[in-house]
């Protein structure tokens, strides 16, 4: 181990890397980390810091017309855009600066450079052209948006990392995709004033979330004056002379907007990385395949976080970061355990969920039970929004255990973080029904729903 530079290099500076990086060097481990872009990765710099400040920001016409029922008068308001990209990037850069710190505050040394794999053990750092040595190589690359090059006029469309900084808010924009960024940005969008209309080529969006809470954002959604347009695809984007776009959609429409989003998935960053010359299996995505404990098949290169497309979310990123801490560094082989992951969709409403959804647990299980309420939240009678709350839990007939719970409607995503760990542990339906409950809260309904609303036995609702 003496004879390399490192007893550790990680490849990218995302929430993956930079957790291990500190933690190793916390350890005592010679460390060192690249990053090509900017230290903080996806998460802090183009996703899901920003994009819940996006929704912040994207919640308050809405607060501004509830004040009215308690009472409140509230002037006409007014939003700058500009005002509030440039907030953002205060507070990323701040993040930013101090994931890099951190790093540096436990030991480990930090480039700024793009990383690519020489050999087995060397990494060429292109900004600093020069080759480093380690023991162990972590790469922990992340993803990027899947580019659709297919799609004429694919040029003039931009992705989730452009839409945070555009020059100025459209008027009107068309994002195309189902997934929850998709819906995300299409709430923010619209929140902030933009005509907004989402294209999804399958039957409704969000798949393998529950499909109670699918249907029912959707609606509520289109209620708010979203236009969701399903079964439907875009096949051709052209300039128009006024520097607007024309989106000729597989229905036969064309819809006349300001800006086209393509938000259709994200692929892996492995490309032009010395992967192959070292011999790094790639799934058919181009994902790194990992064992259980995030090895490659080359002994000594692990990977973690988006790039594998395990589970793409920050807090399995970094879970999986110590997994491998354990196991490379603590003669503790420790493999991630992705089962029942909470869940958030930042949407308007808010979705909040974990464990199996009904579609599920019907499929696996012969005897299901469903606890369902959709009501009114309380803070909607005085201020007379026309939105419900959904939540509903999904109960094994024959153990009572609780195999799901689903929320539609404000802090669903708070909740599901605490609903994590009663499912986590397995408890079962009788743990809940003899937790007391927290009046007047929202959350209270998922205590005190004590009969099944329905049943489905093998796969029929009784
Ligand atoms: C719009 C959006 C919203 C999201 N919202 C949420 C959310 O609400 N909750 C949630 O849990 N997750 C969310 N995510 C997902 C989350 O951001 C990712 O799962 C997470 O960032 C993955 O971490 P990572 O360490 O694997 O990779 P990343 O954070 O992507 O970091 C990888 C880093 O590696 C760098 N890099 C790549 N190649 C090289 C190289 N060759 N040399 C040096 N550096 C390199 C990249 O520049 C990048 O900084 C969101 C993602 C997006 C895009």
Request: glycine letters at 10%.
């Amino acid at each position: 181990m003496a004879g390399y530079d490192y007893d550790l290099f990680v490849i990218g500076g995302g929430s993956g890397g930079v957790r291990a990086a500190r933690v190793a060097a916390a350890l005592g481990k010679r460390v060192a980390i690249a990053e090509e872009y900017r230290f903080g990765g996806t998460c802090v710099i183009r996703g899901c810091v920003p994009k819940k400040l996006y929704v912040y920001a994207s919640q308050f016409p809405e607060h501004f017309a509830d004040a009215a029922g308690y009472g409140w008068t509230v002037p006409e308001a007014s939003f700058d855009w500009l005002t509030l990209v440039a907030n953002k990037d205060k507070e990323i850069a701040r993040l930013e600066a101090i994931y890099e710190k951190n790093v540096e505050g436990a030991g480990g040394e930090t480039f700024h450079s793009r990383a690519v794999l020489v050999d087995q053990h060397a990494i060429y750092l292109t900004a600093e052209d020069r080759t480093v040595s380690a023991d162990q190589i972590l790469i922990a690359t992340g993803g990027r948006p899947a580019p659709h090059p297919a799609l004429s006029g694919h040029e003039y469309c931009i992705f989730s990392n452009e839409a945070f900084d555009l020059k100025e808010l459209p008027k009107t924009i068309m994002i195309e995709g189902g997934g929850y960024i998709a819906v995300e940005f299409a709430n923010i969008f619209h929140g902030l004033g933009v005509d907004t209309t989402l294209v999804y080529r399958g039957q409704e969006i969000l798949s393998r979330f529950d499909m109670d809470l699918r249907r029912s954002l959707h609606e509520t959604m289109e209620k708010k004056g979203i236009r969701i347009l399903t079964h439907s695809i875009s096949e051709g984007v052209r300039k128009t002379p006024g520097g607007r776009l024309d989106v000729l959609l597989s229905s036969g429409q064309t819809l006349t907007v300001d800006q086209v989003m393509l938000a259709i998935g994200r692929i892996p960053n492995t490309e032009n990385m010395g992967l192959e010359g070292v011999g790094i299996e790639l799934g058919k995505t181009g994902a790194i395949i990992v064992d259980q404990y995030s090895r490659t098949n080359i002994d000594n290169i692990w990977a973690i976080g988006d790039v594998t497309h395990r589970v793409q979310l920050t807090p399995v990123a970094i879970y999986e970061a110590m997994c491998f801490i354990e196991t490379a560094f603590k003669d503790n082989p420790t493999a991630p355990d992705h089962d029942t992951i909470p869940t958030a969709v930042f949407s308007q409403p808010e979705i909040g969920t974990v464990g199996l959804s009904e579609d599920d647990a019907i499929k696996r299980y012969a005897d299901v039970e469903i606890y369902r309420a959709s009501f009114r939240p309380m803070r909607h009678t005085l201020s007379g929004r026309d939105e419900k709350m959904l939540m509903k839990l999904v109960v094994d007939g024959s153990t009572r255990k609780v195999l799901g719970a689903h929320i539609l409607g404000p802090d669903a995503g708070e909740m599901a973080q605490l609903l994590g760990i009663p499912l986590k542990a397995g408890l079962t339906k009788d743990d809940f029904d003899r937790t007391m409950a927290v009046h007047p809260t929202a959350a209270e309904e998922l205590v005190t729903m004590y009969k099944p609303t329905y049943r489905v036995k093998n796969g029929e609702r009784v």
